[in-house]
């Protein structure tokens, strides 16, 4: 059995050195402009949560996104014939069996390499791969692709690098231009995008998405707080804050806040900050931008890339494309 490598391309204490600079800049904002980035959600017990989303009646993305997939992957191992697959943000690497089978079906591929910030995720996902897929070299790649996108050495191509799940939406639009100019510098010749986006649709039906009636989306939203007490030395009762999710037409994202219940007073104490809430003020701590087709190919063309193959699912809810070099 070819063994897991793993490469760590982020500093030592990078996370902690990320959380203070985002805590200092999105809490450190004027009251009622308060932000935090929806990564730290994922702690141990976020990411147990955030499956547990998935499985939810009223979260249509995975379902939608893993039914094109079911359909159209062997599509996709056609067109692209990678030898390599890189998935961004792969976390437990579910769906990507599908094209990880259809891929080997085809006998094209050879390298699986996963990139995530989370080392833990991509070991268990790493090793569960390899006893599944024997041959397939795997590689675990711990990186923060939202900031700088790397992979270690060069990739034997054709390549697809996978981008699921809608993730793309929780930048913001500056921030999705940057990084996929940063994909299209990785990409060769021959090389491909396969990018997932949530669509736009009825906004009763995002917001009851991140707005379930088990409850289980406040409390992952919640737990941002429970991730600053105990990285942070906080002091906040998550249960001072209530989950919202509102949908901004203008924007056509869907913003989840944390509204304070009260008068809140805080503490941080390994950052030296101490914050105050009026009742009702709130904090943004996710975007997720929902787009249309033809937006989805403007951003690539930007970025110099080219909108080759689109695909939904049957109700129209989600989107799938495939993108190569301009």
Excluded: C
């Excluded at 191992?77 to 085809?106: H, I, P």
């Excluded at 590689?139 to 993730?167: C, E, K, W």
């Amino acid at each position: 059995m070819t063994g897991l490598r793993i490469t760590r391309l982020l500093p030592e204490g990078f996370f902690a050195d990320a959380l203070r600079e985002d805590v200092r800049r999105g809490l450190g904002a004027p009251p009622g402009r308060r932000w935090l980035p929806p990564k730290w959600f994922y702690d141990a017990r976020g990411s147990e949560l955030f499956e547990e989303i998935t499985r939810l009646p009223e979260y249509y993305p995975t379902r939608a996104e893993r039914s094109i997939l079911r359909e159209r992957a062997g599509g996709i191992a056609e067109l692209t014939r990678a030898r390599t697959l890189v998935e961004l943000g792969s976390g437990s690497s579910e769906k990507t069996r599908l094209l990880l089978d259809a891929l080997r079906r085809l006998g094209t591929l050879e390298r699986y390499v996963a990139v995530d910030v989370s080392e833990s995720a991509l070991r268990g996902a790493g090793e569960a791969l390899l006893r599944e897929y024997p041959g397939l070299a795997v590689d675990a790649v711990v990186s923060d692709f939202t900031r700088r996108l790397r992979l270690p050495g060069a990739v034997a191509g054709p390549a697809l690098v996978a981008l699921l799940g809608g993730t793309i939406g929780n930048l913001l639009p500056a921030e999705r231009a940057v990084f996929l100019r940063e994909v299209r510098s990785l990409l060769r010749p021959g090389d491909a995008l396969l990018l997932g986006t949530d669509l736009v649709k009825d906004p009763a039906v995002l917001v009851a998405a991140y707005d379930d009636a088990a409850g289980v989306t406040a409390e992952f939203n919640r737990n941002v707080l429970a991730v600053l007490n105990r990285e942070l030395g906080g002091d906040f009762d998550p249960a001072d804050f209530a989950h919202v999710a509102v949908w901004d037409a203008e924007r056509e994202w869907i913003e989840m806040r944390l509204r304070a219940r009260r008068v809140v007073t805080a503490k941080l104490r390994q950052v030296d900050l101490e914050l105050g809430f009026a009742d009702g003020e709130e904090l943004r701590t996710e975007v997720s931008a929902k787009f249309r087709r033809e937006g989805v190919e403007a951003e690539l063309r930007a970025a110099g890339l080219r909108l080759g193959r689109w695909w939904t699912d049957a109700a129209g809810r989600f989107g799938l494309s495939l993108a190569t070099p301009a």
